[in-house]
């Protein structure tokens, strides 16, 4: 399914976000304040992981005990954000519990190495910041280099505060962002509130099996944000695409949006009815 863009003015905080598909969607970038949380709690279960395995070492204490501890840390401190973002989630537990995930920046698709350049650039923008903060004073180091260091581990750690789409370092040169978590894929609440209202003959709708097939879970989440979006636009370019697709002949008086309403719900049916067997159909091309 494809749609043109339309590029609007948007609130701020707000951006646009085009799919492979071609549709303009909108996302949320996530506050300061939240990726601050998100981070904090990342860092809380990487502590509480470390304190799990040096307990766990030292009840079983051996010679090489120690160096599986450093690889542990070295482990925890290096893979855990770029493992977790190179999920289907994009997004680490910290994330997670706070709603919100990475993003790519003028694409839908977050690639791997988007995911590997933005952590790489982690330790510059934070640990090594941090070292100099709190290493700062001692060791020998002269007035001029403590404030060297302090405005180089300032730069990187408040470089978010000071553009517009709330980038780290990371995220400059990943080209990605951090934006709020889109709801879940399957929403219910769809098909049983906003599109709940009573269809009109024309907007009823009966889908062949293989129709409900060309589609799959990725076009199902595209799906989901036009019809909450709600362009007319948009609407009427998307549901003569999937007409298109499954070769479905339109009837006079028939609604684009009540052809998407119905089709969601006969899609997202069909979807978790195979989820229920164990198939679990990523997208069009996912023959299962």
Same mark, same amino acid.
């Given at each position: 399914?494809?749609?043109?863009?339309?590029?609007?003015?948007?609130?701020?905080?707000?951006?646009?976000?085009?799919?492979?598909?071609?549709?303009?969607?909108?996302?949320?970038?996530?506050?300061?304040?939240?990726?601050?949380?998100?981070?904090?709690?990342?860092?809380?279960?990487?502590?509480?992981v470390?304190?799990?395995?040096?307990?766990?070492?030292? +009840?079983?204490?051996?010679?090489?005990?120690? &160096?599986? *501890?450093?690889?542990?840390?070295?482990?925890?401190?290096? #893979?855990? !954000? %770029?493992l977790?973002?190179?999920?289907?989630?994009?997004?680490t537990?910290?994330?997670?519990?706070?709603?919100?995930?990475v993003?790519a920046?003028?694409?839908?698709?977050?690639?791997?190495?988007?995911?590997?350049?933005?952590?790489?650039?982690?330790?510059i923008?934070?640990?090594?910041?941090?070292?100099?903060?709190?290493?700062?004073?001692?060791?020998?180091?002269?007035?001029?280099m403590?404030?060297?260091a302090?405005?180089?581990?300032?730069?990187?750690?408040?470089?978010p505060?000071?553009?517009?789409?709330?980038?780290?370092?990371?995220?400059?040169?990943?080209?990605?962002?951090?934006?709020?978590?889109?709801?879940? +894929?399957?929403?219910?609440?769809?098909?049983? &509130?906003k *599109?709940?209202?009573?269809?009109?003959?024309?907007?009823? #709708?009966? !889908? %062949?099996?293989?129709?409900?097939?060309a589609?799959?879970?990725?076009?199902?989440?595209?799906?989901?944000?036009?019809?909450?979006?709600?362009?007319p636009?948009?609407?009427?370019?998307?549901?003569?695409?999937?007409?298109?697709?499954?070769?479905?002949?339109?009837?006079?008086?028939?609604?684009?949006?009540?052809?998407?309403?119905?089709?969601?719900?006969?899609?997202?049916?069909?979807l978790?009815?195979q989820?229920?067997?164990?198939?679990?159909?990523?997208?069009?091309?996912?023959?299962?």
């Amino acid at each position: 399914m494809s749609s043109a863009t339309f590029q609007t003015q948007l609130p701020p905080g707000r951006r646009h976000l085009v799919t492979p598909e071609g549709v303009d969607l909108q996302v949320e970038l996530a506050d300061v304040g939240t990726r601050i949380g998100a981070f904090a709690l990342d860092l809380i279960i990487i502590v509480v992981v470390f304190i799990a395995a040096a307990w766990t070492l030292t +009840l079983m204490w051996t010679e090489s005990a120690f &160096t599986l *501890l450093i690889l542990i840390a070295f482990f925890l401190r290096s #893979f855990y !954000f %770029t493992l977790f973002e190179l999920g289907r989630r994009a997004a680490t537990p910290g994330k997670m519990m706070m709603k919100i995930r990475v993003a790519a920046r003028g694409k839908a698709r977050l690639s791997a190495a988007s995911v590997f350049a933005r952590n790489a650039l982690r330790e510059i923008g934070f640990f090594l910041p941090i070292g100099f903060i709190f290493g700062i004073g001692s060791g020998g180091v002269d007035g001029w280099m403590s404030l060297l260091a302090a405005i180089w581990a300032g730069v990187f750690l408040f470089f978010p505060l000071f553009n517009k789409d709330r980038l780290r370092v990371g995220d400059l040169v990943a080209g990605t962002w951090v934006v709020r978590s889109p709801r879940p +894929l399957l929403a219910a609440d769809l098909v049983e &509130t906003k *599109l709940s209202d009573a269809p009109s003959a024309s907007d009823k #709708f009966v !889908f %062949t099996p293989t129709q409900i097939d060309a589609y799959g879970i990725k076009e199902l989440h595209v799906l989901e944000d036009v019809l909450r979006a709600r362009d007319p636009q948009v609407v009427a370019d998307v549901a003569m695409r999937i007409r298109t697709k499954i070769g479905w002949v339109w009837e006079m008086g028939e609604s684009d949006y009540g052809f998407l309403k119905a089709y969601y719900a006969a899609l997202r049916g069909r979807l978790e009815s195979q989820m229920l067997m164990g198939v679990r159909r990523k997208d069009k091309f996912d023959t299962r």
